[in-house]
């Protein structure tokens, strides 16, 4: 058994009041045998020393990343640091830190996890990762090098963002530092039954032609129906431009159905290029079927009230992390805490702990419950604990 508790602080500039305010809200005499914590942050809080501070005065390892705003009871907003403190008598905690990662490679990650799992013979039951944002490496490339490198140990977490149009300060946190191209990640052994839930985009208001994928390669989609993709979307009747070019591409994501049993993701696309192919937020394969949904600040508190009471259905009242995708906090215009005042409405005094994210991970379930981790585009996804 995993229990949680939650801290924040709004304070930036003075940093033994933001220590203060931290330590005030844990009773670190009372931990469990087994205790590790997750922060995520806007990234003032690194440059200012705050991070580092605090990281010398916990009992316990840290993890986590940098991100534009987050929510948890009793606050919201973007200039704040939450920390979720996980403790067990019975579920142990090991924190990896991988070397810096410079492309597609599995090396740094696997002699990580090697270091990680180092002298256990038990398979982990959990991994929270909090992924760095590089332009070179997708997160597919990361869900599916970790899949194999753990035998597929079902992987909750993040890709690190910040309020940057370049995203130049988004990092990953481990310990007191903080790094912009290493992976952090938790892995959790014991008695767990995490429960994942995935809100993104509903199908009742995508346009009703399907497409199948008929060319792609990685996040280049190429061809839909054997046509362009910029021909595909013409023929759905999106707008164009004097030019003839779509316009608003960020705003319909594709409905993305991969066919083997699981339920469909969402995937974004950035931009059309001049051949009329698609560069999108992550792969698209080639055989998979597609709809074109559309992004709207409705939608996003829609889909968002949907899926969190789909988790409270389901019975599991624990703690809850989940991470939404940037894209949905950007729908929402200029009321940028919507979504985390409905994600307040909805759990009331449930416990949970919210991020923006640059690409959300998480399982996703097929037949007879088995998971499948995959990487998302503008969904919210939710790890019950």
């Not at 602080?9 to 003075?14: A, V």
């Not at 991988?98 to 180092?118: C, F, H, M, N, Y």
């Not at 497409?211 to 129906?225: E, R």
């Not at 991970?361 to 585009?377: D, E, F, I, M, Q």
Request: charged share 20%; net charge negative.
């Amino acid at each position: 058994m995993i229990r949680t508790s939650k801290a924040f602080t709004i304070e930036i500039d003075d940093t033994n009041a933001a220590v203060g305010d931290i330590l005030s809200q844990l009773d670190l005499d009372h931990l469990s045998k087994h205790s590790v914590g997750i922060i995520t942050c806007f990234p003032d809080f690194i440059s200012s020393g705050v991070i580092a501070a605090l990281a010398e005065k916990l009992p316990f390892p840290l993890a986590g990343t940098t991100t534009l705003a987050g929510s948890t009871n009793g606050a919201m907003g973007e200039m704040l640091l939450i920390l979720t403190v996980l403790t067990s008598d019975d579920v142990e905690f090991s924190v990896g830190l991988t070397g810096p990662i410079s492309g597609e490679d599995e090396k740094p990650l696997r002699q990580a996890w090697e270091k990680a799992v180092a002298g256990r013979a038990e398979k982990p039951a959990l991994m929270l990762s909090f992924a760095p944002l590089l332009l070179n490496v997708s997160g597919d490339f990361f869900v599916e090098a970790w899949s194999a490198i753990t035998d597929n140990v079902p992987n909750f977490g993040t890709l690190a963002v910040d309020n940057n149009p370049d995203y130049h300060e988004a990092q990953t946190i481990y310990g007191g530092l903080a790094y912009r191209d290493r992976y952090v990640f938790i892995l959790c052994y014991g008695k767990l039954d995490p429960h994942f839930f995935v809100g993104g985009i509903s199908e009742s208001k995508a346009f009703r032609d399907k497409g199948v994928v008929t060319a792609s390669k990685g996040n280049l989609l190429s061809g839909v129906n054997g046509v362009s993709v910029a021909a595909y979307l013409k023929g759905l009747g999106l707008e164009t431009d004097e030019k003839g070019d779509i316009t608003g591409i960020n705003s319909f994501p594709f409905i993305l159905n991969y066919n083997d049993g699981t339920r469909p993701i969402i995937r974004v696309m950035f931009a059309i290029a001049p051949d009329g192919s698609a560069v999108c937020g992550g792969y698209v394969p080639e055989g998979a079927t597609l709809m074109v949904g559309a992004i709207t600040a409705e939608e996003v508190l829609t889909t968002t009230e949907a899926v969190l009471k789909e988790a409270l259905a389901s019975g599991k009242e624990r703690s809850w992390l989940m991470f939404s995708c940037v894209g949905r906090f950007f729908a929402q215009g200029f009321n940028t805490t919507a979504e985390m005042e409905k994600v307040e409405s909805v759990l009331g005094a449930t416990s949970f702990h919210l991020a923006y994210s640059g690409t959300e991970l998480c399982p996703v379930y097929g037949k007879n419950g088995a998971l499948t981790n995959r990487s998302h585009n503008d969904t919210m996804v939710i790890c019950v604990l």
